[in-house]
């Protein structure tokens, strides 16, 4: 899957293996370098989908420049996004015309 943020083209991959960085297991992490985001596959599938907005945030984040941003606003700002766009099929559809 590819994703589009502004001028930047991001691969999104999903790895059969667990991920591992830094010596620590993780569901996911971007890559601004290789405008990469790094999914383990074997989640569930909500999982998933947060793990996926969670790296785009930061992904999104990088690309405004948006400092002093702690991984917990990441986690509970993704995570409200994703909460409210699944429950309003109607504000989607708005805001995508
Ligand atoms: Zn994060």
Known sequence: MKIKI???LYNVIFHEDPIVCDDVRVEGY???????IHIYKDLAST???QVVMHELFH???NFFNIENVTEDQI?????GILMV???NKE???FLME
């Open 30 to 36: 971007w890559e601004g370098t290789t405008q990469t």
């Open 59 to 61: 992904a999104i984040e």
């Open 47 to 49: 999982k998933k989908k």
């Open 75 to 79: 986690q509970r700002l993704s995570t």
């Open 91 to 93: 504000l989607v559809k």
């Open 6 to 8: 502004g001028y930047e």
């Open 85 to 87: 766009l699944r429950d």
